[in-house]
């Protein structure tokens, strides 16, 4: 083994380990991550130990040419110093692996996990000793191959075949109804065990025939002329590997993999029934007034080429159980970015900086990425305000509302098919027909089997809200959901989104710039302004008595059917620009009321009324005799 081979081994032993890994159930595999991380190391120390063998005992045979030292050369056989790299990687990995996953898993976990691989890696280093003693016991007897060419291309084309054989059975899963489907991981564990196993055979039997009973026995015997055979015909490769591999794949699938995947789902559903139980209980007892979500000083900054883009500066609101609050401003004043950061999906070069968003009585930003995609699209959902662009264009409306199900509610489904008899898939596919219909979608049968692209803006929001709906989230958002659609239409959406609210007791933040729809529809309202919340209260007081004058200029923006009007009132100026903010409070460059601490100053919240705040120093005590002179000047 020269230093070229030692690392095709070293490099053949890491891709290998990382197949056995992934042929492995999904709950039982090593991370993926840390396995590669712990199978690389090993492999390349492995690699540096071979080698410096390999040199020692090639060095010695070399410089001693006596019979009792051609044991040397032997030894440097490249399968038997294959076998010993599988063994020495099976004391190395579970160390590596140790230390790589601290942190990581619980410790149990990690072993529970490390002992499956360890289990089916055993398996392998016992088919690389038999193949490494089998080429060992050549050399030392000292044969050799008579076509060499022949013999390794027999290994070549087997591999080939049963490779092949692994793609139609495959193709053919596929293409079987959606409820008749081997699961995943059965299939690949039934697939790739006939496959070691047939090629293991074929390659067993290649080497003893070739290199001993051909040319020994049958070959002078003349009976049986496995010679003959032996000159790898083809059709006899093909034939043999695939029948070997299809019965193998057979037994394992009938006789072992799918008894076993029985008992486990056996095992799923008892554990479903037990969660779903629990969870009713649960929330029988937790209906009542809560706080679901308190945002406590948000701050998303987004650091561009530019410069720093504050997007969201401190923001902090509560949304009650079954309330709708409504988050008002202009464009480009932090209410998307808002609704990104309490889903964690603000894309680079974004960060959440700081905060707190807490859901449930649990912090959300201190959730590993498998807790936030736990909630995610579950307890939390979106609408977001372009359908087209939400829904996956090459997938059948029916396949994105039944992925939601069966991501997050697999208990359900599994408590609801076992009381029905029927499959999950079926009972999906019921509940995502009720939920179109339930959002008067006609024909959701129909409905169901079509693309985006087949429907209407109307439509496409329909499928997007009844996505947001599937497994009746603890709160939604909705991010301007009406703005890219007609007035008849946006009527019909709030008014199902008031029904589908009272139905399920749906808590909902309700983005939009439509001060209109944010009275037909919220209980409060929070206006954002450049990145802060600048007023927050009840939605009556807010529409009665504005106090914040950023507000105050909004609503007074607003056209008034039958109240005539000499200009439509505006307020003077321009959002700021994010990356260049205004100091002290952002709105100061565009307020009539401004006065001296307000360009250096940033206002605190104030709670000027109960359970009603305001950001401004007109209301603050301690600038009192200086706002009241402001009032005076704007009233004058
Ligand atoms: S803090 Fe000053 S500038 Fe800001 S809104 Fe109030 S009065 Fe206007």
């Not at 939009?512 to 409060?524: P, Q």
Request: charged share 20%; aromatic share 12%; glycine share 6%.
């Amino acid at each position: 083994m020269s230093l070229i081979e030692a690392l095709v081994a070293a490099f053949a032993l890491y891709f290998i380990t990382g197949f056995l890994n992934n042929v492995l159930r999904e709950e039982v595999q090593v991370n993926k991550r840390v396995h590669k991380l712990s199978s690389l190391v090993s492999a390349l120390i492995i690699f540096g130990i071979i080698l410096g063998v390999r040199l020692l005992l090639g060095s010695i045979s070399h410089f001693y040419i006596g019979v009792e030292y051609y044991l040397f050369r032997y030894l440097t056989n490249d399968f038997f110093l294959f076998a010993i790299m599988t063994t020495l990687f099976l004391r190395l990995h579970p160390k590596f692996l140790k230390k790589f996953s601290k942190n990581r898993l619980p410790d149990d976990e990690n072993n529970i996990q490390s002992e499956h691989f360890r289990r089916l890696y055993k398996k392998f280093v016992i088919i690389t000793w038999i193949i490494g003693g089998i080429f060992l016991s050549s050399s030392l007897l000292q044969i050799p191959l008579e076509s060499g060419d022949k013999f390794y291309l027999g290994f070549i084309w087997a591999m080939l075949f049963i490779g092949f054989a692994i793609i139609i059975t495959q193709v053919i899963n596929k293409t079987r109804p959606i409820e008749k489907r081997i699961p995943k991981f059965v299939l690949k564990q039934a697939m790739y065990t006939g496959g070691l196993i047939s090629f293991g055979i074929w390659a067993i039997q290649l080497i003893i025939v070739e290199l001993y009973i051909s040319r020994y026995i049958f070959k002078d015997l003349f009976l049986l002329d496995i010679y003959i055979l032996y000159e790898q015909d083809i059709r006899i490769l093909i034939v043999a590997v695939i029948s070997l591999y299809a019965i193998f794949y057979y037994i394992f699938l009938k006789r072992v993999f799918m008894p076993r995947a029985l008992e486990r789902s056996e095992l799923k559903i008892q554990k479903a029934f037990e969660v779903y139980d629990k969870k009713q209980s649960e929330e029988i007892r937790s209906v009542g007034n809560n706080v679901i979500l308190n945002v406590q000083d948000l701050t998303t900054y987004f650091y561009t080429e530019e410069g720093i883009v504050k997007a969201v500066e401190g923001v902090s609101f509560k949304i009650q159980e079954g309330e709708t609050l409504g988050l008002v401003g202009e464009t480009g004043c932090g209410k998307s970015v808002t609704a990104l950061s309490i889903l964690q999906v603000v894309r680079p070069p974004g960060k959440i900086e700081k905060g707190k968003i807490i859901f449930r009585g649990e912090d959300l930003l201190q959730r590993s990425i498998s807790g936030i995609l736990e909630y995610r699209g579950k307890d939390i959902t979106m609408i977001f305000q372009d359908p087209l662009n939400s829904l996956n264009p090459v997938f059948k409306i029916g396949t994105q509302i039944t992925e939601t199900y069966l991501l997050h509610m697999e208990n359900e489904l599994l408590v609801e098919a076992t009381k029905q008899d029927k499959s999950i898939f079926a009972v999906a596919r019921e509940w995502g027909e009720q939920l179109l219909h339930d959002l008067n979608i006609p024909f959701p049968e129909l409905i169901f089997d079509q693309y985006p692209h087949e429907l209407s803006g109307g439509m496409r929001q329909r499928v997007q809200i009844a996505m947001g709906l599937a497994c009746s989230p603890k709160l939604l958002i909705a991010d301007e959901p009406t703005t890219a659609l007609d007035v008849t239409i946006q009527n019909q959406i709030l008014k199902l989104m008031k029904e589908l609210k009272s139905k399920f007791n749906t808590s909902i933040l309700f983005i939009t710039h439509d001060l209109g729809i944010i009275s037909k529809m919220c209980d409060r309202v929070a206006v954002m302004y450049s990145g802060f919340i600048v007023e927050n209260g009840d939605i009556k007081k807010i529409f009665i008595k504005p106090y914040h004058p950023y507000t105050r200029g909004l609503i007074g923006s607003v056209p008034i059917v039958g109240k005539k009007r000499r200009r439509l009132e505006v307020i003077k100026g321009m959002v700021p620009n994010l990356i260049y903010p205004p100091s002290g409070c952002r709105f100061h460059p565009r307020c009539n009321y401004c006065f001296e601490p307000c360009d250096s100053k940033v206002p605190k919240s104030i709670e000027v009324e109960p359970d009603y705040f305001v950001a401004c120093h007109l209301y603050d005590a301690e600038y009192k005799e200086l706002a009241e002179i402001s009032i005076k000047k704007v009233g004058e």
